[in-house]
């Protein structure tokens, strides 16, 4: 919790001057933790949700001609002027696209139990389409929660970890099939 000192009567949080984190932030934060990262492109369309701006109210910004997306302008006030000062995001250029992830301090305000770690070159492109992939499925099912549940790779990958400890704790449970790696599960797509 903030501290808070005095001043001739009136209490001053010490941490004045640095944005406090809404409802909406918090839900971009998941979904960016639990994505591993998200291009501004993508936090256009993610922001820009009906239910976002509602709980954004009426500092939604200027939007694209497009309804459902902030503008590029909007998304940078959001990420340098907003999550960046308070210590919740990095950012930056990474082969032509503007990536932002979290820090330990977002991750923690997402309650997300992954590390802070910069998105790897090698795999943004996929990322990307991932991204889309998820936010196509949550516009076309109407929630942030598409029918079945989505599962991230960071989710899937602390989930199976989970359960390698959990089964040495406790030898007789099982682990699900959808956690235990079977090399014949793995695709060849070269």
């Not at 359960?163 to 599960?185: G, L, M, N």
């Amino acid at each position: 919790m903030l501290q808070q000192k005095r001043t001739k009567g009136r209490k001053i949080r010490s941490a004045a001057g640095i944005p406090r984190m809404n409802d909406r932030d918090i839900l971009a934060f998941e979904w960016i933790g639990e994505q591993e990262a998200a291009s501004s492109e993508n936090l256009q369309e993610l922001l820009g949700r009906p239910h976002m701006r509602e709980l954004l109210g009426s500092q939604a910004g200027e939007t694209t001609r497009e309804a459902d997306r902030l503008s590029v302008s909007r998304i940078r006030h959001i990420i340098e002027d907003r999550w960046a000062p308070a210590g919740m995001v990095n950012y930056g250029m990474i082969l032509g696209r503007r990536w932002v992830w979290l820090t330990r301090r977002g991750l923690q305000t997402a309650q997300l139990p992954f590390r802070s770690r910069r998105p790897a070159e090698a795999g943004l492109d996929h990322l990307h389409h991932v991204n889309r992939i998820r936010l196509t499925l949550e516009r076309l099912s109407g929630s942030a929660n598409p029918s079945g549940r989505w599962e991230s790779a960071c989710w899937y990958q602390h989930n199976q970890q989970e359960w390698r400890v959990r089964q040495k704790t406790e030898p007789r449970i099982s682990i699900p099939d959808v956690y235990v790696a079977h090399p014949s599960r793995h695709l060849d797509l070269s």
